[in-house]
C-alpha cells in the first residue's frame, strides 16, 4: 500500500519554462513534506519542504503547495535550468517517537529540462 | 564537513553469502537511518538509530538484517545470509534533531551502497 504517490515516471520541459511535479498522499498524519532531488549513483538532496500546517514554502526558483483537503502537493520550478534535469522524490515525514521522523517516498518523477 | 559517506559503493555476492555495509554519518548527528531501494520501487525505511540505540525497526524485511550503531558513531546493516531479493541500493542518512531548530526533521543522505546478489 502506498502511502505516497507520484503517478507521472517522467516529464520533460523546455529551458526557461516552468516545471511542475506532483505527488499524492493517503495519511494524514503526515507532519512534513520534503523533496528531495536525485542524480544519478549519488544520494537524495535535500531541496525544499512544507510543514503540513502550510499551503505554500517558496525558496528561490522553488516553490513547494500544499493542498491538504485534496492530499495532494506539488513542485515548481521556475525558470528551469538544463541543472535541474534529476529524479525528484517526494517525501512525507511523521514523528514515530522522539526524534524519528522516518520518511515514506513516492517512486519518483525524472525530469529532464531541455535546452 | 564531509557528507554522509557509505562503504563499499558497489557489492557483489553470491546467494548465501555474507556482506556487510557500512555508514559514517555527518560528525555530531545522533540521529542515523538506514533505507533501501529495491529496482523499480520506491526508497524505503529499514530502521532508525539514536546515538547506539534502535529506536525504529519495523522496515527490517526480516532476521537475515543486523544493524549495529557501536559507540553512537558510524553503523554497519549485515546481511546474513543474502538472498536474491535482498538486491538493490541501500542508503543511509543522517539528522541532527534539536527542539526549536530550522528543519530537524531534514536528513542528510550519503550516496548508497548498491548491493547485488547472485
Known amino acids: 500500500d502506498q502511502q505516497v504517490k507520484q503517478n507521472s515516471p517522467s516529464l520533460s520541459v523546455q529551458e526557461g519554462r516552468i516545471s511542475i511535479l506532483n505527488c499524492d498522499y493517503t495519511?494524514?498524519?503526515?507532519?512534513?513534506f520534503l523533496w528531495y532531488k536525485k542524480y544519478p549513483a549519488e544520494g537524495p538532496t535535500f531541496l525544499i519542504s512544507?510543514?503540513?500546517?502550510?499551503d505554500k514554502n517558496e525558496d528561490g526558483r522553488f516553490t513547494v503547495f500544499l493542498n491538504k483537503s485534496a492530499k495532494h502537493l506539488s513542485l515548481h520550478i521556475v525558470p528551469s535550468q538544463p541543472g535541474d534535469s534529476a529524479v525528484y522524490f517526494c517525501?512525507?515525514?511523521?514523528?514515530?517517537?522522539?526524534?524519528?521522523?522516518?520518511?515514506?517516498f513516492g517512486k519518483g518523477t525524472l525530469l529532464t529540462v531541455n535546452p | 564537513e564531509a557528507g554522509v559517506t557509505q562503504f563499499p559503493s558497489h557489492s557483489v555476492i553470491e546467494k548465501g553469502q555474507t556482506v556487510t555495509l557500512r555508514c559514517d554519518p555527518i560528525?555530531?548527528?545522533?540521529?542515523l537511518y538506514w533505507y533501501r531501494r529495491v529496482m523499480g520501487k520506491e526508497i524505503k525505511f529499514l530502521l532508525h538509530?539514536?546515538?547506539?540505540?534502535?529506536?525504529?525497526e519495523s522496515g527490517m524485511p526480516n532476521n537475515r538484517f543486523l544493524a549495529e550503531r557501536t559507540g553512537g558513531t558510524y553503523s554497519t546493516l549485515k546481511v546474513q545470509p543474502a538472498e536474491l531479493e535482498d538486491s538493490g541500493v541501500y542508503f543511509c542518512?543522517?539528522?541532527?534533531?534539536?527542539?526549536?531548530?530550522?528543519?530537524?526533521?531534514?536528513?542528510?543522505f550519503g550516496p548508497g551502497t548498491r548491493l547485488t546478489v547472485t
Open positions: 560528525s555530531g548527528h545522533d540521529n
Open positions: 517525501a512525507a515525514a511523521v514523528n514515530s517517537g522522539g526524534s524519528n521522523y522516518k520518511l515514506t
Open positions: 542518512a543522517s539528522s541532527l534533531y534539536r527542539q526549536g531548530a530550522i528543519r530537524f526533521y531534514e536528513q542528510y
Open positions: 538509530f539514536v546515538k547506539e540505540s534502535k529506536q525504529d
Open positions: 512544507i510543514s503540513s500546517i502550510k
Open positions: 495519511n494524514s498524519m503526515f507532519d512534513y
